[in-house]
């Protein structure tokens, strides 16, 4: 039996997941805010923490700040409304997780499972952030922001794959500024975009008449980047020579221009990133297997825009600009779009909307050069929310009809978290049949609201 800390400004929170505890076999104590909950962890003896982010006077992140540095049971960040920002944060601060309400029976004995088994750290002091680029609203990216959480300070190499298009530059560019690298250069280096033949100077520099046009000592991008992030896009097109040469500077850390003949000592983090599949280029011989696995310490793999389907609507209101909001049929366009170029593609999208559009709603007509899509049912609503509404509905069921049933992988196929579904189901049903049932399942939410 585990003494398990509820840290809550929801009175009624609180006792659901206690009992919801108590029925797990351990001990649950409660505290009403972050300043109790702050002491309570500090006199000992709690073996897990469950951490509102958002209360009154001290909040959950600033718990986690006040624990840098102390001895402190494992935390999970549990919160109604989750961004990238206070994600990755979390993630900093050392917690193990940061998910949001609401927390099935299931999710939670996996959650207490994972952070029993996690020892008590000593969190070092990090710095505030400020508000992040990326829009996470399903559970894929979640899980990628999570991630990028977990690895800002460290100095391990980072593969980011992802099909073109899926923000690999963006998530790169969080993940040196958030890190301890952040006061120093993020340089970005496209492999693709460089003739074989300028790469190895763009990449060490090189001296003065080492080659025609060269008229001076250029120190190149490693160097630029001295003490920050040195960033490898397309890393896949790299030719073979290069390779080499890139294996030799990630296992020295030392460059050599073109023309000269002394090893210099860098001091930088390399972040790189492909759209192809670099296990199968290795297979065919086309990139080195000792570079993939130097490159490959830590992957991150990003969803393509299909698979995080609730991510459209917030990343099309983004990129549209204030002033300018989606008719109900406009959202349900752009939901039902494959969207083969991904962010780009939509960004791309809402820009030419907002540039040649004229009324303050756009309209489904502004987005026909999207081409073709499956038939859609029009909307039966006035508003944008009841289109969405609806549509929801309707993806759902065929999610599941899809998957025969199968609610965790039609979860996965709509890019939320299976406890979301579930209670998306539970709603479903009750307003179908006109009533809710009172009895609450295995894989039912143990609170009343979120908060």
Known sequence: MAHILIVDDDAGLRASLAEALTDLGHAAEEAPDGAAGLARIRRGG????????????????????????????????????????????????GAVDHLAKPVGRAALKTLIERMLATPPAMAEPVPSI??????????????????IGRLTDSQATVLITGETGTGKEIVARALHRHGSRATHPFVAVNCAAIPAGLLESELFGHRRGAFTGAVADAPGSVRAADRGTLFLDEIG????????KLLRVLETREVVPVGGNRPIAVDVRIIAATHRDLAQRVAEGKFREDLYYRLGVVPLHLPPLRERLADILPLAERFLGPGRTLSAAAAARLLAHPWPGNVRELRNAMERVATLGRGRIVEAAELDFLGPVRPLPEPQASTLGEAVAQLEARMIREALEATGGNRAEAARRLGIHRQLLYEKLRRLEAETSGTRTGRVGEDDDPSPRES
């Open 237 to 244: 097109d790299m030719d073979a020579a290069m390779q080499a």
């Open 130 to 147: 400020a508000a992040d680029e990326i829009v996470a609203v399903s559970e894929p990216m979640r899980e990628v922001v999570k991630a």
């Open 46 to 93: 709690i073996d897990a923490v469950l951490l509102d982010l958002r209360m009154p006077g001290m909040d959950g992140l600033t718990v986690l700040r006040a624990l840098s540095g102390e001895k402190a049971p494992p935390v999970a960040v549990l919160t109604a409304v989750p961004t990238a920002a206070n994600t990755i944060e979390a993630m900093r601060l």
